[in-house]
């Protein structure tokens, strides 16, 4: 199946009930996909959001509760959004998590949490998701990675790494799919305000006695020469862009959208 088909194409978003995941999804239906959502939250409110993407694009909407943090789980999502929507064209590995701390203190199960979440999650979906593509001759993997797969900060270590290894998954892929038209690449935001980066600053107020503004300035815009912060929308518009044909060519990649943090 390729891009001329006249059929719906369909899009499976881990993560897709917040922040950069809910704005690709929402970008995505809105490009004709039928989409399937994941992830966290009030049931009722993700219900809310279900029905009013479905009411705003008329594409097929559906959420799956899927907790990514297991292998079968990751696999059972795929092969789901694949039976309800019968193919799966672009897969979106968006769901991760960040924990702060020197390494010293960094909690063992956070450690596990944010590999298994942010790192081996893709891996699982993308396992699971391949075959089909292999055998459609179509598919466009986005791994959302980060300004961290490319430069470090102290007290992310878990995140660092993940993101680092999320590249690696990205470019090996990108390799295999290259002769089935299966395309891999990943974003890489800079700091972006979601609920993630939201949570991350009344802490750094405490641990670094500052303000909030100080912090967003200091901190958090410190690194991104636009001293502006990404929108979902910058990221969701080039998720949307990389499964269109002029985008074919592109495999293997780390898109940076980060105001030029890793141009330094
Ligand atoms: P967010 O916290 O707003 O959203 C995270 C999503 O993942 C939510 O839908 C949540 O319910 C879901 N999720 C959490 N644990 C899950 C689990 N175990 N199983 C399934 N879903 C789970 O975060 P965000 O900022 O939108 O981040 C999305 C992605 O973008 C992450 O991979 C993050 O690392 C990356 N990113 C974010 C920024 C940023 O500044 N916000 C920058 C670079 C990269």
Redesign the pocket.
Known sequence: MGETDMERRAALI?????????GVARALAKAGFDVTL????DREAIETLRAGLFAETGVSVRYDA????GPE?CADLVRAAIGAHGRLDVLVN?????HVAPIEDFPVEKWDAILA??LS?AFHTIRAAMGAMKAAKYGRIVN?????AHVASPFKSA?VAA?HGLLGLTKTVALEGAPFNVRCNAI??????????E?QIPDTMKARGLSREQVINDVLLAAQPTKQ??R?EDVAGLAVFLTTPAADQINGASLSVDGGWTAQ
């Open positions: 881990t993560g897709s009930t917040s922040g950069i995941g809910l994941n992830g966290f939250g899927a907790d990514l943090m789980a968006n769901a991760g998590m960040q979440l942010n999650a959302i990675a980060s300004a961290h995140y993101k890489s935001p800079g700091y972006v305000l979601t609920p993630l980066v949570n912060f990404v979902v």
